[in-house]
């Protein structure tokens, strides 16, 4: 099984993917992490161009598996694992519960002294931007990261993949998507 997870921020990828890997047993690939991780490779200011290209290096020889799980918003590196995911899930969270999602990682990642994006001042920012990429209000395409800006860009670059995408509004369509997908899980000798 190889499966993408994709949504906005604070949506519950990364909860699902390390979920999902976990019944599987697969390592899930943070395509998000990776790259905020990588960037200290990269000279300031940044070449995007190069960066882009490097990640989708790393996300095509992830992609080759056979089994995998991987988990990000980032479409423009996503691409090699959407052309070869079996399902694309996108999950979908009202904003009230987006909001309180970032809010929380920010500070829990702060108390823990781990926070990749420390201050308040980056998180207003962040915090901001998400609110307008969930009510459509940022100004459409993808970011200079690859990262769609609004849920209709997100919606629209998943458009060539439509007959892979699953899509997640509740709690209750998460669990019966993993149910599904555990039930389809081959049997180990």
């Not at 629209?156 to 439509?162: C, D, Q, S």
């Given at each position: 099984?190889?499966?993408?997870?994709?949504?906005?921020?604070g949506?519950?990828?990364?909860?699902l993917a390390?979920?999902?890997a976990t019944m599987l047993?697969?390592?899930?690939l943070?395509?998000?992490?990776?790259g905020?991780?990588?960037?200290a490779?990269?000279?300031?200011?940044?070449d995007?161009?190069?960066i882009?290209?490097?990640r989708q290096d790393?996300?095509?020889?992830f992609?080759?598996?056979?089994a995998w799980?991987s988990?990000?918003s980032?479409?423009?590196?996503?691409?090699p694992l959407?052309e070869?995911?079996?399902?694309?899930?996108?999950?979908y969270a009202?904003?009230r519960v987006?909001?309180y999602r970032?809010l929380?990682?920010?500070?829990?990642?702060t108390i823990?002294?781990n926070?990749?994006?420390?201050?308040?001042?980056?998180?207003?920012?962040f915090?901001?931007?998400?609110?307008r990429?969930?009510?459509?209000?940022?100004p459409?395409?993808?970011?200079e990261w690859?990262t769609?800006t609004?849920?209709?860009?997100m919606e629209?670059?998943?458009g060539?993949?439509?007959?892979?995408?699953v899509?997640?509004?509740s709690?209750?369509e998460?669990?019966?998507?993993?149910?599904?997908l555990?039930d389809?899980?081959?049997?180990r000798?």
């Amino acid at each position: 099984m190889r499966i993408h997870i994709t949504g906005g921020p604070g949506a519950g990828k990364s909860t699902l993917a390390k979920s999902l890997a976990t019944m599987l047993n697969l390592e899930p690939l943070d395509l998000d992490g990776r790259g905020f991780a990588e960037l200290a490779r990269f000279p300031t200011p940044f070449d995007y161009e190069a960066i882009a290209a490097d990640r989708q290096d790393a996300s095509r020889a992830f992609a080759a598996g056979d089994a995998w799980i991987s988990e990000g918003s980032n479409i423009l590196a996503a691409r090699p694992l959407l052309e070869r995911a079996e399902a694309i899930v996108v999950l979908y969270a009202p904003w009230r519960v987006a909001s309180y999602r970032i809010l929380s990682r920010h500070f829990k990642a702060t108390i823990a002294r781990n926070n990749r994006f420390p201050g308040l001042r980056r998180l207003y920012q962040f915090w901001r931007w998400s609110a307008r990429f969930y009510a459509n209000t940022n100004p459409p395409g993808l970011n200079e990261w690859g990262t769609p800006t609004t849920q209709e860009t997100m919606e629209a670059e998943l458009g060539p993949y439509a007959t892979k995408v699953v899509r997640c509004r509740s709690k209750a369509e998460i669990e019966a998507l993993m149910a599904t997908l555990t039930d389809e899980r081959p049997a180990r000798a």
